[in-house]
DNA sequence: ATAGTTTTGGAACGATCATTTCAATAAGGT
DNA sequence: ACCTTATTGAAATGATCGTTCCAAAACTAT
């Protein structure tokens, strides 16, 4: 055994993944993300082989560590019936403030689906994944909220919810009162099908 | 009077639009718009000044030849009871066609807005401006079709609508499944609100 | 035809891109 | 303390980026 490595694989994805997530994969350059990681080229490349790489790892983080907690309340073994609605407000909530991080920037996979990388076939794959994830937690979710509800409407429900969450991601960065908006009318749909 | 101009600039900005429908603005590289236009640089920084200016000329014809007669029959002086149902079934068919240029690129404002030059504040505008002009025009429509409905209630719906629509194009490329079920979904509040 | 003006082709610009290379450095294992 | 192996710093690679420049070509107006 040899030198070890001195830098934290997780923290230094954390930073690249913050670096994609505020300038999109294309124009996250590679001194950008050694300034934000700490690191140089070289130690990024031994460590994720190419830009690439790195980029696939802070996707692996994002829903790791962002999506699927947040989601967790929606999954779990049991589900408070008021889970979707503290999803949802939650959201609102990171959203609202102007200025934040969330609000300037959205979701990584969201901006990642119009994006010109979008063309490539496993990143694709990824976004797509990541919406029938969401679509999933929402449908659990509503399931608890709306018991009676019957499986078709509850699934259209959620699709409706889901599909106003991507447009609430898509657009805080360039409208975030729209994509306020698209919440609301999320939260709206639900209390009228109680 | 000198020489004049040889190309039809509506042409090569259609041509041009394409480029940045397709790749997003940082990634329509210059021989890119040239090989499409047919022109080459010179021509095109003499008429557009810089790959921005094209761009926003690009962006006044998306909006001038491709948004606004869409939904013109939403918003002209009468309007009929069901163009809103019109529209959305016809973005749905646009969508619907595998291999489409829309539904392998979805809407170049929308696509913009997950980009780079989203940060830019006349892009930001821009994009906003749309989404409010789509808002308007969905709110107008489901006035005709549901004349009784409430206007706070008609305004909540609209919000939903356009939601809906802005996560079809946001998906479409990465998922278009997903896009197709999210103008479902509009379909659905619409014929659930009657 | 000629003069005057604009467009155009082609080459060159400096900047920046992702990636590679290699020697110097650092830190286990023995 | 030594040897081995991995990490790191720094410089260089070739490619491509958007933009500029200028002389040659093209066309209108007189």
Redesign the interface.
Known sequence: MGRVQTFDTAEAVRAARAVFWA??Y??ASIPALEAATGLRRSSIYHAFGSKRGLFDAAVGSYLDEVVRPRLRPLTAERVEPDAILDYLRGLRGALERAGSFASEN?CLL???????I??DQT??KT??DY??EL?HAIAVGLRAHLPDLPDDRRD?LA??C???V???F??T???NA?AL??L???L??IAAAD
Chains 1, 2 share one sequence.
Not at 110 to 116: E, I, K, L, R
């Open positions: 300038h999109g294309e124009d959205g969201v901006n990642t689906a119009g994006a010109p979008a063309h990143v694709r976004v797509a919406r029938a679509h259209r699709d409706a889901t599909g106003l991507v447009s609430a898509a657009l960065r360039v409208d729209g908006r698209s609301d009318a999320a709206d749909l």
